[in-house]
């Protein structure tokens, strides 16, 4: 009796705790894969830290010197690199590249590995949101190097920091067992729900003017302005429309009327007219006597 209690019991409880851990692990393709991240009940634009980011770290490794050279992009495929032979860089379709160069003073420097840590084929772009600190884990994936060795993979930590410089770099961790890390803290790893709009990163400057002056901050202030008015005569011209096609159903559905008599309240708008003309009248006449004249007698 007791395990056929808990059973059933248990039993949804183990099902919802394995579902929400798998929501906040989120696997898609790499066609999939826009810079855009939805998981958590949070969104996150990843565009503005898009194009190739090239990072390096040494290590003296007597009498040598080993360099890794990272270089990444997160939301395209990396091109091919200029004055670099085919053999010394990452083919087609690969998203992020790994060169381990040998320096030795006096002699010429030996590019020993080009690793493919994450290729557009095995992808398989992987993501969860990070609570402390704040932020987001992303992964990218790539085959195994060599063939019989260790799955390659590069894994972001993006720490959300509003007051970072959205042009910092990141930083090289470490490689260890095929798996790259790479920190970074940036303005655009700070994760915003549907009501909210995506962190704006600080105006950048050129040439000494920030962005948000000349013509484009301008220009999008008075976008918005003209599209406000817009919206209020929309509205006004739709209000105006419902009041005319109610006000007909009302007289034909009540007085049968045809034709003209359809119009709502049709004596007032026949006395519309007359009313601005008024109007324009008391107007005009009391502009009238403000204008100085030559002197003489007044007419009675």
């Known amino acids: 009796m007791i395990l056929r ?4 019991q248990s039993l949804p409880f183990n099902v919802f ?7 906040s692990i989120v696997f898609v393709t790499a066609e999939d894969f826009d810079c855009h991240v939805t ?3 949070l969104k996150w634009d990843l565009t503005p830290l898009e194009g190739s980011h090239k990072l390096s770290r040494k290590r003296d490794t007597p009498p040598t010197t080993m360099e890794d050279e990272l270089i990444f992009n997160l939301c395209k495929d990396l091109e091919p690199m200029d004055g670099v032979p085919n053999d010394e860089q990452c083919q087609s379709g690969t998203r992020a590249c790994l060169r381990k160069t040998n320096h030795k003073s006096g002699d010429t420097d030996r590019v ?10 095995t992808l ?6 990070l609570e402390s600190p704040k932020g987001l884990s992303l992964t990218f994936h790539g085959s195994r190097y060599p063939d019989s060795g260790d799955s390659q993979s590069i894994k972001f930590s993006l ?28 303005p655009s790893a700070c994760g915003f729900s549907d009501d909210q709009p ?3 990163s600080p105006p950048q400057e050129d040439d000494g003017t920030p962005a948000d002056e000349g013509g484009g901050g301008s220009g999008e202030k008075s ?13 006004l011209l739709l209000a105006f429309a419902a009041y005319f096609m109610l006000g007909a159903y009302y007289n034909y559905s009540t007085y049968g009327a045809r034709g003209v008599d359809l119009i709502p309240h049709r004596d007032f708008w026949r006395e519309v007219p007359y009313m601005l003309q008024d109007v324009v009248s008391h107007l005009c006449s009391t502009v009238r006597p403000q204008r100085s004249t030559r002197g003489g007698y007044i007419a009675v």
């Open 112 to 121: 020993i590995a080009i690793i493919p840590v994450a290729s557009a084929s």
């Open 5 to 8: 209690h808990f059973i059933p």
């Open 124 to 129: 398989e772009p992987e993501y969860s949101q």
């Open 39 to 41: 998981t958590g009940g």
């Open 223 to 235: 976008a918005k302005r003209g599209s406000g008015l817009g919206f209020f005569f929309l509205v």
């Open 198 to 200: 995506p962190p704006q």
């Open 159 to 186: 720490f959300c920091a509003d007051d970072a410089d959205p042009k910092a770099e990141p930083t090289f961790v470490s490689y260890e067992n095929g798996v790259v890390h790479v920190d970074w803290s940036t």
């Open 17 to 23: 705790t394995f579902l929400l851990l798998l929501s």
